[in-house]
């Protein structure tokens, strides 16, 4: 009987790691979706070739302008891991049904997402109402966009009125220069340009005492997860060992970032420090993985559902934030 049952438990062994070889096997590329003029530490990574060579298979890095770009990609089995897509894109498309999930927090950046007002304007917050009627460039259904909603409808502005055009933050940048816009957002590189043209309406510090959190999550398939648990857990360690040499290599690393990231240094250096990642153990906390996201997520789909933005939130979103990847990372 002992016999038997070690012929059948060692039949069982043989049989699941045959199968995890297969799902390995089919499996010689993956595209991560990213942002340009995004300056992370996970980029010295990216650079180096980390990812390929710890995963063991090809990564494409395919640039997109937004979030909500990531999710379609998603969607559309194009893109298998997203870094970073802003939390308000996720809620969004997992509000919508997408099937994605967040398995980690890519990092945090109040002061590198805002909106700038046209120095010809002269709006600021005491006047802030004189914003309807007037275009404001901003892509919507992102953490930029429920931002500036949120900024809005504290200051009194009347949302339904202002003429929202939905415009990546190249595009922003670019219509604030032309003076086609009254207002524009952004993030990164692109707000700092913005900011030689005009104001900022609010800034970092004063939106977040208002309880808006801004960061950005790493999304996976639910499919790639499923069928390659292994290669998501190594993708988070990866990114875990880039931020630790970012952070005692500083100095090498942001020469390695800025061009991967697409800026000169300076430029990127000065956003980067606006940038905090979190580690595994910050990643398991109550504030983020642990409970946060999850409830902060559900706060942003109530909003958006006020807004219009979405037609209806889930009721839990505790399903679609998945920790269980972060803690197997050593």
């Not at 995963?55 to 870094?83: D, P, S």
């Not at 802003?86 to 990092?107: D, E, H, M, Q």
Request: aromatic share 8%; glycine share 6%.
């Amino acid at each position: 009987m002992n016999k038997l049952v070690a012929t059948i438990l060692a039949a069982a062994l043989a049989t699941t790691s045959a199968l995890g070889d297969a799902l390995a096997a089919d499996l010689d590329e993956i595209t991560v979706a990213y942002f340009t003029e995004w300056p992370t530490a996970n980029q010295v990574a990216q650079a180096e070739k980390w990812y390929d060579e710890e995963l063991g298979v090809k990564v494409n890095w395919r640039i997109f302008g937004a979030g909500t770009q990531m999710a379609e990609a998603m969607k559309a089995g194009e893109v298998q891991i997203a870094y970073s897509m802003g939390i308000v894109p996720f809620v969004v498309a997992v509000s919508a049904g997408y099937p994605i999930k967040a398995v980690g927090v890519a990092l945090t950046y109040a002061e590198n997402d805002n909106c700038v007002v046209h120095n010809k304007a002269a709006i600021d917050k005491a006047n802030a109402k004189e914003l309807e009627g007037k275009k404001v460039a901003v892509p919507l259904r992102t953490v930029t966009h429920y931002k500036l909603l949120r900024t809005l409808v504290h200051l009194g502005v009347d949302t339904s009125k202002v003429e929202f055009i939905d415009m990546v933050s190249a595009d922003a940048e670019k219509a604030l220069a032309a003076g086609e816009v009254t207002m524009a957002c952004g993030w990164g590189g692109y707000l700092l340009r913005m900011t030689a043209k005009g104001r900022i309406l609010m800034s970092a510090m004063e939106q977040e005492r208002l309880g808006i959190r801004v960061f950005d999550v790493i999304s996976v398939t639910n499919e790639f997860a499923a069928r390659h648990p292994d290669l998501v857990t190594r993708f988070l360690a990866v990114t875990e060992k880039a931020t630790i040499h970012y952070e005692k290599n500083t100095e090498e690393a942001e020469r390695v970032i800025a061009k991967a990231a697409g800026l000169e240094l300076i430029e990127s250096n000065i956003v980067l420090s606006r940038f905090k990642f979190p580690k595994r153990e910050a990643q398991l906390s109550d504030f983020w993985l642990g409970g946060g996201v999850q409830a902060f997520t559900k706060e942003v789909a109530d909003f958006l559902v006020t807004q219009n933005e979405i037609p209806k939130a889930l009721a839990d979103y505790g399903p679609t934030i998945d920790p269980s990847f972060y803690e197997k990372v050593r």
